[in-house]
């Protein structure tokens, strides 16, 4: 705690007397010394002050307890915590305790009277505090003529100082009136005035009434005129904050007067430009009444409203939207193949679609625009699918991200009560693409989720239906706004997630997984060169073997696109990198032996074979929302009485299959050569591995069937087959989804022979021709059809 005035009354809990009129000491000592941080004590003043140092509360309790003065003395440097004689000034104030306070919080409070100027002669500590030798001072006389004039300067001074002071007490100027010795008017002056503890010392320690009035007449000078000056300012304030209010009067009556003539339109060379714009806009009968409603508006609000700004800010969106028509597209088919073709590598069905819609449009330039929805796991390049169709239409691209959105006004916009309010996105990106038929890509269109603030998706319905998007209504704007000429362009990895409604205004285009043929094209004409160049390399500098972006494709990445072999890639290109940036070679050929040192070990291998050469164990394929997949199977059986476990986080529709699987092979029971007490006595137990993922659908039935088959009589599933397909008690093997997909996934995993359900052929011209040429495709019925083609012939000891 430092010793500081306190500025509040405190709480007593120990309260002792010292007097209140005591003579002090006038011998020569010794007196108790106070020392104090920043306080200087005058005579005849009282003043509250604060202690906390263990010498200064010692030194404070012995007076009191002796009844004797104490010697207030400001020391030299405020941060020495505890004081010798070379510290304190050599001149103090010897002074009276009228009251010494101890508060709640241990602080120790004193209430002093100034009775004389005292100097220093020897400080020594006794007791813990320190003690002084000195001689009291006496005031000289005050009757001089140059005292007598100083005395009345300074008085007028701090009179006027006090008037410039608005919270200045009354009591405080008839003191100062009421003062008739020049002693007394400087030290209180200096006491209450707003000055450094160093200029107040000075003024004690000055004995000379005449230089002692000077210096503070020197203070009080400098005080002056920092409060004539701050006077001064706050009344050019008040002016100017008067002279604003005027003005604002004077504007409304002239708007007013404005109104009564008539004369509110064309007022200001802003209102004649914003007049020009909207001539110059081409906006339809309505949106061209509305402009200028509001051009009339803005004439009349004062600039300096806030509403000016909104009806300035609406006026610039209405002027700044591509109203005018388009010009018909001059759409050339074969530049566009070619630019399709130089951008993406297969999706031959997808660029067929693409150059129907053109031509379409080249010959019924004034047809409806359908709305597209690339469907497909991550990474096959949907979005950039978008790019290129603008490409080959010639056309400007906008791409609306709409993942995560959940607030109906970001499609709608908010209606301009609001504060801040401002379009929705699908105005947002035509004002910034500039033109009403650009290519807009709806990104991520699935992603979208409703909340308390609305449904996007259902305010996508107006935008996605080409009869109702030529009249969209944004609600900033407030007007229709044609939507027809833009050519929308919707993503998504899945369309569960899509409301019906909204997926029936769009055609779904599926893509599916690139085939390890696709990929390595891919990698060929695209990534190696991106990666290269992404990473500081020249086609000099560096190769990539076709081995190597094999071994990269089959055994470091496990996915429907090409994003994680890009990954990979640009991994063999940064350790490339390092090895040129040493120096120690200028070109680096990256085969498939070196791809551990940069790689590190295969993350995948193909473990087909080993999984399925004991019985009970079948090969499945599955969809999953990044490509299909394929799925193992395990069986087992124990002693027991007949009881069905499931495990592997199956869902409830795979835990029915797998009971509607064993259901099925007990009533076959006779056609496997198996006993009814051999089936009550054995426990069957069924597991799906990757046990962290879960897992459901109906498409594991068939292969559900063949492990228990597989189980119980023995015989292996054939290695090189995989199978999908629901059944039904009936021994039926119904169609699934997903077929591409799943037939891609088991093409890239070793499988040689797969078995598909028989009324899923319509699906066969949708698969990609490698996985044609490298797969045998087999068509089941029923059940007995899977039997017969995928277990092997002999029997074994097994189960």
Known sequence: MNDENPTEAVSSVEMRSAGESAVPQVDNGPFIVLPMRSVVLFPEIVAPLTIGRPGSIAAVQQAVREQ??????????????????????????????????????????????????????????????????????????????????????????????????????????????????PATLADMTAAYLDAQPAEKQTILETLDLKDRLDRVGDLLARRLQVLRLSAEIGRQTQEAFGERQRKAVLREQMAAIQRELGEEEGTGQEIADLEAAIDTAAMPEEVDVQARKELRRLARTPDAST?????????????????????????????????????????????????????????????????????????????????????????????????????????????????????????????????????????????????????????????????????????????PFDLSRIVFIATANMLDTIPGPLRDRMEIISLAGYTAGEKLEIAKRYLVARQSAANGLRDDQVTVDEGALQAIIARYTREAGVRNLEREIGRVMRHAAVTVAEGKTDTVHITEEGLAEALGQPRFENEVA????????????????????????????????????????????????????????????????????????????????????????????????????????????????????????????????????????????????????????????????????????VWLERVEDAVAAGLEMQNSTGS
């Not at 003395?73 to 009251?99: C, M, S, W, Y």
């Not at 100097?119 to 000195?134: D, N």
């Not at 993922?693 to 088959?709: H, I, Q």
């Open 610 to 777: 080993m999984r399925t050469s004991v019985p009970g164990v079948a090969t499945g394929l599955a969809w999953t929302p990044v490509g299909g997949d394929i799925l193992f199977i395990e069986a087992a059986g124990t002693p027991g009485n007949g009881r069905l476990v499931l495990t592997g986080q199956l869902g409830e529709v795979m835990r029915e299959s797998a009971q509607a699987a064993l259901s099925l092979v007990k009533t076959q029971a006779a056609t496997f050569g198996l006993s009814q007490e051999r089936l009550d006595r054995t426990d069957i137990h069924v597991h799906v591995p990757a046990g962290a993922t879960p897992k459901d659908g109906p498409s594991a039935g068939v292969a559900m069937f063949m492990a228990l088959a597989s189980l119980l009589t023995g015989r292996t599933v054939r290695s090189d087959t995989a199978m999908t397909g629901e059944i039904s008690l009936r021994g039926l093997v119904l169609p699934v989804g997903g077929i591409k997909e799943k037939v891609v996934a088991a093409a890239a995993a070793g499988i040689t022979r797969v078995m598909l359900p028989a009324r899923n052929r319509r699906d066969y011209d949708e698969i990609p021709r490698e996985a044609k040429e490298k797969l045998e495709f």
């Open 307 to 479: 509403e000016y700004g909104m009806i300035r800010s609406y006026l610039d969106w209405l002027i700044e939207l591509p109203w005018a028509a388009p010009s018909p597209p001059a759409i050339d088919i074969a530049e566009a193949r070619r630019v399709l073709d130089a951008d993406h590598f297969g999706l031959e069905r997808i660029k067929t679609r693409i150059v129907e819609y053109l031509a379409v449009r080249k010959l019924a330039p004034e047809g409806r625009a359908p709305i597209l929805c690339f469907v497909g796991p991550p990474g096959v390049g949907k979005t950039s699918l978008g790019q290129s169709i603008a490409r080959a239409m010639g056309r400007q691209f906008a791409r609306i991200s709409l993942g995560g959105t959940h607030d109906e006004s970001e499609i709608r916009g908010h209606r301009r009560t609001y504060v801040g309010a401002m379009p929705g996105n699908i105005i947002q990106a035509i004002r910034k693409a500039g033109t009403r038929d650009c290519v807009m890509m709806l990104d991520e269109i699935d992603k979208m989720g409703a909340s308390a603030h609305g449904d996007p998706s259902a305010a996508m319905l107006e935008v996605l239906d080409p009869a109702q998007n030529e009249t969209f209504r944004d609600n900033y704007l407030g007007v």
């Open 68 to 181: 004797r003065p104490i010697l207030v003395v400001l020391q030299k440097n405020p941060e020495t915590a505890e004081p010798d004689a070379d510290d304190l000034h050599p001149v103090g104030t010897l002074a009276n305790i009228l009251r010494y306070v101890t508060g709640q919080n241990g602080e120790h409070h004193l209430i002093c009277q100034g009775v004389r100027r005292c100097r220093l002669a020897s400080v020594s500590r006794t007791g813990g505090y320190l003690t002084a030798e000195g001689e009291t001072l006496t005031e000289p006389d005050g009757s001089a003529p140059e005292v007598e004039a100083r005395f009345m300067n300074v008085k007028q001074q701090a009179l006027e100082a006090l008037d410039l002071l608005a919270n200045a007490p009354d009591e405080l100027r008839q003191t100062v009136r009421s003062i008739t010795e």
